[in-house]
C-alpha cells in the first residue's frame, strides 16, 4: 500500500488544519486514481483531501476487485503506532522504484533480515529514525535517511473513521469478476464500513456519462461494451472519439466542467450496488455528490 508524497507536510500539520479525508481504493492503476486527484485539485480543494490508495509497485499486476480487498485489509490494519517489517520492505521498494538507482534495494532487505528474524515482527515507530540511520548509514545516505523519513511520513496518513471516508471503487467487469467474487467484495464492504461504488460494465461508463452524446447511445451494447480491436473496448473508443481519451491519458478538463451534468445522468441509470451486478448503470456520481457536500459543510 502507498500514498502520494505530497500528502505529507499535510499530515505533519493536519492537527492544526485538518480537512476531511476521502481514502479511495479503485481497481485501475491510472484511470480512476487520475481522475480523483485531478478532481481534489478542482472542484472540491478547499475543505476536502482525495487520497488514493494505490498498490505497492510490486502488486500492479494485481487488478482483480477481489485484491482490494487486501488492499483496505491491510489499511485498516495499520498501526499508527507500530510497523510490521514486510510492510517496511515494501514501502522501502516503492520509494526505490520513484527513485531509482539510490540504494541497493537488496542491501538493504538483507541488513533488515540480519535486524530482524521474521517479516511479521513490528517495529515501534519510535524506533525508526535510529533504524533508517543504520540502513542508509554510511555519510553519503545521511541525507537519503531524512528523505525518507518523510517518505514514510507521507505513507502513514492517518485514517479517522468518525471524520473520514474509506471507499472502494470498481468495475463489473463479467470476463474477470465472477458474481461470487461480487458478492465477496459486497459483504466485506457492509462488514468493514467501506463504501462501495461500481460501474457496469466500467469506469469508462460514469467518464461517458459527462457527456450528451451517451443520450443517444445503445444501452445494450454500452452494458456488452464489446472489443472493437486487441487493445480497446467500445467505450472508450466512444470516449476518444469525443475527447481523446485514452485508459493512460485524458485531459481531466473536459470532464471538469460536466461534473454535475454526469451526475443528474447516472440518475437515468442503474444505482443500487446491488442491481449493479447485472445492469448498466454507475453510482459513482453518489461518491462526488457527497464529497462536494461535505466541502460544503465544512
Same mark, same amino acid.
Given at each position: 500500500?502507498?500514498?502520494?508524497?505530497?500528502?505529507?507536510?499535510?499530515?505533519?500539520?493536519?492537527?492544526?488544519?485538518?480537512?476531511?479525508?476521502?481514502?479511495?481504493?479503485?481497481?485501475?492503476?491510472?484511470?480512476?486514481?487520475? *481522475?480523483?486527484?485531478?478532481?481534489?485539485?478542482? +472542484?472540491?480543494?478547499?475543505?476536502?483531501?482525495?487520497?488514493?490508495?494505490?498498490?505497492? *509497485?510490486?502488486?500492479?499486476?494485481?487488478?482483480?476487485?477481489?485484491?482490494?480487498?487486501?488492499?483496505?485489509?491491510?489499511?485498516?490494519? /495499520?498501526?499508527? &503506532?507500530?510497523?510490521?517489517?514486510?510492510?517496511?520492505?515494501?514501502?522501502?521498494?516503492?520509494?526505490?522504484?520513484?527513485?531509482?538507482?539510490?540504494?541497493?534495494?537488496?542491501?538493504?532487505?538483507?541488513?533488515?533480515?540480519?535486524?530482524?528474524?521474521?517479516?511479521?515482527?513490528?517495529?515501534?515507530?519510535?524506533?525508526?529514525?535510529?533504524?533508517?540511520?543504520?540502513?542508509?548509514?554510511?555519510?553519503?545516505?545521511?541525507?537519503?535517511?531524512?528523505?525518507?523519513?518523510?517518505?514514510?511520513?507521507?505513507?502513514?496518513?492517518?485514517? /479517522?473513521?468518525?471524520?473520514?471516508?474509506?471507499?472502494?471503487?470498481?468495475?463489473?467487469?463479467?470476463?474477470?469478476?465472477?458474481?461470487?467474487?461480487?458478492?465477496?467484495?459486497?459483504?466485506?464492504?457492509?462488514?468493514?464500513?467501506?463504501?462501495?461504488?461500481? &460501474?457496469?460494465? &466500467?469506469?469508462?461508463?460514469?467518464?461517458?456519462?459527462?457527456?450528451?452524446?451517451?443520450?443517444?447511445?445503445?444501452?445494450?451494447?454500452?452494458?456488452?461494451?464489446?472489443?472493437?480491436?486487441?487493445?480497446?473496448? *467500445?467505450?472508450?473508443?466512444?470516449?476518444?472519439? +469525443?475527447?481523446? *481519451?485514452?485508459?493512460?491519458?485524458?485531459?481531466?478538463?473536459?470532464?471538469?466542467?460536466?461534473?454535475?451534468?454526469?451526475?443528474?445522468?447516472?440518475?437515468?441509470?442503474?444505482?443500487?450496488? +446491488?442491481?449493479?451486478?447485472?445492469?448498466?448503470?454507475?453510482?459513482?456520481?453518489?461518491?462526488?455528490?457527497? +464529497?462536494?457536500?461535505?466541502?460544503?459543510?465544512?
Amino acid at each position: 500500500m502507498r500514498i502520494k508524497e505530497p500528502f505529507a507536510q499535510e499530515r505533519l500539520s493536519e492537527e492544526k488544519n485538518y480537512k476531511a479525508k476521502y481514502f479511495i481504493a479503485s481497481e485501475g492503476q491510472t484511470t480512476e486514481p487520475r *481522475y480523483f486527484e485531478k478532481l481534489n485539485q478542482s +472542484i472540491i480543494s478547499e475543505n476536502v483531501t482525495i487520497i488514493n490508495i494505490l498498490r505497492d *509497485y510490486a502488486n500492479l499486476g494485481n487488478s482483480n476487485p477481489t485484491y482490494l480487498i487486501k488492499l483496505l485489509q491491510e489499511f485498516l490494519n /495499520s498501526s499508527d &503506532s507500530e510497523i510490521s517489517v514486510a510492510e517496511l520492505k515494501n514501502k522501502i521498494a516503492n520509494w526505490a522504484h520513484e527513485n531509482p538507482s539510490k540504494i541497493n534495494l537488496n542491501v538493504i532487505n538483507d541488513e533488515l533480515d540480519k535486524i530482524y528474524k521474521s517479516n511479521k515482527y513490528k517495529i515501534p515507530y519510535a524506533d525508526l529514525e535510529n533504524l533508517f540511520m543504520r540502513l542508509f548509514k554510511s555519510d553519503i545516505y545521511k541525507d537519503l535517511a531524512s528523505h525518507f523519513s518523510l517518505y514514510f511520513i507521507a505513507q502513514d496518513v492517518t485514517y /479517522s473513521p468518525t471524520t473520514d471516508s474509506l471507499n472502494m471503487v470498481i468495475d463489473r467487469d463479467k470476463d474477470s469478476f465472477t458474481e461470487e467474487q461480487y458478492d465477496e467484495v459486497v459483504k466485506f464492504c457492509d462488514d468493514n464500513n467501506v463504501n462501495l461504488y461500481v &460501474s457496469n460494465p &466500467s469506469f469508462e461508463f460514469w467518464l461517458l456519462l459527462h457527456f450528451k452524446e451517451i443520450e443517444y447511445e445503445d444501452n445494450q451494447k454500452l452494458l456488452e461494451n464489446p472489443k472493437v480491436n486487441n487493445s480497446r473496448r *467500445y467505450l472508450e473508443k466512444r470516449l476518444h472519439d +469525443i475527447c481523446k *481519451y485514452t485508459k493512460t491519458k485524458f485531459s481531466f478538463e473536459h470532464f471538469e466542467k460536466n461534473v454535475h451534468d454526469a451526475i443528474l445522468r447516472e440518475k437515468n441509470y442503474e444505482e443500487n450496488v +446491488i442491481k449493479l451486478k447485472n445492469n448498466l448503470g454507475t453510482n459513482v456520481g453518489k461518491l462526488v455528490v457527497q +464529497i462536494i457536500k461535505t466541502k460544503s459543510e465544512n
